[in-house]
């Protein structure tokens, strides 16, 4: 029997997902989204950039405005009415003060219960090297939810501290705690990937479709043996 995951918490009503680029959290984690917020939770988006290096057919003066555009739509898909960028350059975000003090305004301005970001780790599947963006801004993001409380850091933020963040929960890592079950939100969470066509027709020959549904209902079927069966997406959970 394989090692079962503990349910998330269920008892919040604010969301708060930071990531570095769209996309980030349509590979997978979407699903979980959909579920939450057809339960009536809010959940916010913020991205740390446009995804303009994203797309080597496309200049990135081009390929920001299509992939904001893009990642708009598929909030929209999965229930999310707010999504946010902060603009930093993609490709070379930099893991430091500034991008911690830009993750702690957005956390101190939305007052989230749980904060959701996406696999700080080296590696994928411990073979594929994570990307720099990844690393510093999930890393980022579990900073900020600790420094968002603190009244004596970052002080000329326009929100007062919030000191609320109960959990920071990690999207795609290798060494989950915890999963939701996604049996009502995975159809949103395929068509949710599949809002990001210019994206995906630029990474692969495969039908955008097939290519979304393939992706999104594999990793969900991958997870139910280690939880109870249901389709899940998975998470690692950092109390605090």
């Known amino acids: 029997m394989a090692e079962q995951l503990a ?16 996309d980030d959290l349509e590979y997978g984690c979407a699903a979980a989204v959909a579920t939450w917020t057809g339960e009536g939770r809010e959940v916010t988006y913020l991205l740390a950039t446009r995804g ?10 081009q390929a920001g405005p299509v992939r904001e555009r893009e990642q708009r739509a598929s909030a929209a898909v999965v229930g999310v009415t707010s999504v946010e960028f902060l603009d930093h350059a993609d490709g070379v975000i930099e893991y430091g003060t500034a ?48 420094d968002a409380g603190n009244r ?29 079950d996604v049996t009502d939100g995975l159809e949103a969470g395929v068509r949710s990937l599949i809002e990001h066509r210019a994206y995906i027709e630029a990474l692969t020959d495969e039908d955008p479709e097939t290519y979304a549904r393939t992706f999104v209902e594999d990793t969900v079927r991958q ?3 280690h939880f109870n069966g249901d ?10």
């Open 7 to 22: 349910p998330m918490p269920g008892d919040w009503r604010r969301a708060l997902a930071v990531v570095a680029h769209p």
């Open 52 to 61: 303009e290096a994203g797309i080597d057919t496309l200049e990135p003066a």
């Open 99 to 146: 991008l911690r003090r830009d993750l702690t305004a957005a956390i101190r301005r939305h007052r989230p219960e749980l904060v959701i970001t996406l696999n700080f780790d080296d590696t994928w599947d411990g073979t594929v090297w994570n990307t720099p963006d990844h690393r510093a801004v999930g890393r980022a993001t579990l900073d900020a939810a600790g």
């Open 152 to 180: 004596w850091i970052f002080r000329d933020t326009d929100a007062e501290p919030w000191d609320g963040v109960r959990w920071v929960a990690v999207a795609g890592t290798d060494s989950p705690t915890h999963a939701v």
């Open 223 to 225: 997870a139910a043996k």
């Open 231 to 240: 389709p899940a997406v998975t998470f690692r959970l950092y109390p605090r």
